[in-house]
């Protein structure tokens, strides 16, 4: 089962650590982070480490695409953001206030 846009809406904060184990739990997901505006995963289901990596460098990117996307049309706006690599799949849900980022081995979808 591969994870859709639906999956990574906006939510409340009383849905989000039901959301987060829900994703989690999907077949192939290794980690789910929540970064908020400034780039600070507030939410990980990943090692420390790990999470301020991804936290980090998606942060980085995901500002660049959306910047990208506005440049090239300033009516638009970038909705989902999808990265594969020969070792992961990486997802980016972009919100007003947070990041939510999905990582899952794309082999065991």
């Known amino acids: 089962h591969k994870i859709t846009n639906r ?3 906006s939510l409340s904060m009383s ?3 039901e959301t987060l184990k829900r994703i989690q739990s999907h077949k192939g997901v290794t980690g789910v982070i929540v970064v908020n505006q ?6 990980t289901t990943m ?3 790990t999470t301020v990596q991804y936290a980090g460098l998606i942060h980085q ?3 660049k695409a959306r910047i990208t996307v506005r440049d090239l049309d300033p009516q638009n706006d970038l909705q989902f953001l999808r990265i ?3 070792k992961h799949e990486i997802m980016v ?3 007003k206030d947070y990041l939510l980022i ?3 081995n794309p082999s065991q979808t």
């Open 7 to 9: 999956d990574c809406i």
């Open 15 to 17: 849905e989000v650590e």
């Open 102 to 104: 999905v990582v899952q």
């Open 47 to 49: 090692d420390n480490s």
């Open 93 to 95: 849900s972009p919100d």
């Open 84 to 86: 594969r690599t020969m």
């Open 61 to 63: 990117l995901t500002s």
């Open 38 to 43: 400034e780039g600070i995963p507030i939410r």
